[in-house]
């Protein structure tokens, strides 16, 4: 056992409050620095790593670790014993996990579905949505593709109009993000579609100011949270979004193809399933979003042991320490000549992006991959164009060293 571990039972067999000997764990209320690099160290380890590539392209999809992949066999093989019986009456069981993930995302278990990832979850509300021709819908061009591909197509079928936005990215100014959306608005806005943590570069959003003005004029507001859930802190309630959509698979490390959907309660029953539901789901029940015919139960009960790898680590460590390794690499990677930054300095999680002159995304990225086993993504829209790195809980600063390293060769 750990130290932390030793303590507890100690207290536990003294009857003194864990309190009461803590400081025992340390002599001196500040630890050695290489204390917070062993806790690091420990959480790599629980991660399937391959032996010789750098994975620094966490943000479309992270590996699990271990406990997950167990959590999954062990399912898989139980499912499969009797399907009918193990996984439709013995496994089925969504309540838990709803309300974990609630509790993640500040909101109440009857506000959360449980889906296959933030596209099913934003399509759910964006062709659910009753809207007529001629109704307005504020999107950003920055936006994530099958959002947009969603918005187009609804315009295309029901004849409602799409104002696309261009926010000044990056930005470290709340006023200058939230403006463009503000200045669009119009008598006939009925949706305003927000993305919380912008994937191509990390540029976290004040959604709130934009959702504020919103409520005052009862337009519905949408947010895709795909990238900010269990990565930076989140609550829905304090957002004050009507629906809100997640991949559980990012930054919650969860199975392959889960997801949440966040619909404020009082606004279900304005919303038709994707899926039609059953007579017996009443329209004002979050789960008749959850309809789907035959679906992977033991993939969504695995969402368990991801929720239990992620509070073991906590959120406010997670988030400061995504954050310190974006600040690590990239303050040095500007150091380096013909480099610059499209991520905010202040507005941003874990995730950052970079130009190098003289060289193409993709061809960029071809070459870190081959010469060097480093994996990252090549970002090309809508005028951004440059190398997204997104480290996960398990990367390493020497890790961030050969990328600095390659990119010094450059």
Not at 125 to 151: H, R, T
Request: aromatic fraction near 8%; glycine fraction near 4%.
């Amino acid at each position: 056992m750990d130290r932390r571990q030793f303590l507890q039972a100690v207290a536990l067999l003294t009857g003194l409050p864990f309190e009461a000997i803590s400081h025992w764990e340390h002599p001196s209320p500040f630890p050695p620095p290489e204390t917070e690099e062993d806790f690091w160290r420990w959480v790599r380890s629980e991660f399937p790593l391959h032996p010789s590539l750098i994975n620094l392209n966490n943000g479309g999809v992270s590996p699990h670790p271990r406990s997950v992949i167990e959590a999954l066999f062990r399912l898989e093989l139980a499912a499969n014993e009797a399907p009918v019986y193990t996984m439709w009456r013995l496994q089925d069981q969504k309540e838990p996990i709803r309300r974990r993930l609630a509790a993640i995302g500040g909101a109440d278990p009857e506000e959360i579905a449980i889906v296959r990832n933030s596209t099913e979850a934003l399509e759910t509300v964006i062709f659910g949505l009753s809207l007529k021709a001629g109704d307005e819908v504020i999107a950003a061009e920055s936006d994530y593709p099958s959002m947009i591909a969603a918005w187009k197509q609804r315009e295309q079928r029901d004849r409602i109009k799409v104002k696309w936005v261009r926010l000044p990215l990056p930005s470290d100014e709340p006023e200058r993000l939230i403006a463009p959306y503000l200045e669009a608005l119009t008598p006939r806005t009925r949706v305003i579609h927000l993305t919380h943590l912008i994937n191509w570069t990390g540029q976290i959003v004040p959604v709130e100011g934009v959702i504020a003005e919103a409520q005052k004029r009862e337009i519905f507001t949408i947010v895709d949270a795909a990238h900010s859930y269990a990565h930076i802190p989140l609550d829905f309630h304090s957002m004050g979004c009507d629906a809100a959509g997640v991949s559980l698979h990012k930054w919650l490390c969860a199975p392959f193809g889960t997801g949440l959907l966040y619909v404020k309660r009082e606004r279900i029953k304005d919303i038709w399933p994707l899926f039609a539901a059953p007579p017996e789901r009443k329209v004002d029940d979050i789960r008749k979003f959850e309809h789907l015919g035959t679906r992977s139960i033991p993939t969504e009960q695995a969402i368990a042991a991801a929720i239990e790898f992620h509070e073991q680590i906590g959120l406010t460590r997670k988030t400061q320490r995504l954050k310190a390794l974006r600040e690590y690499w990239l303050s040095r990677a500007l150091h380096l000549p013909k480099i610059r930054s499209l991520t905010p300095t202040k507005w941003a999680g874990g995730i950052a992006t970079i130009q190098v002159e003289g060289w193409s995304p993709q061809r960029l990225a071809d070459h870190l991959l081959e010469k060097h086993r480093i994996i990252v993504a090549a970002i090309e829209w809508m005028g951004l164009q440059g190398i997204r790195i997104a480290p996960h809980v398990y990367t390493t600063y020497a890790e961030l060293d050969e990328l600095l390293e390659s990119l010094h060769s450059l």
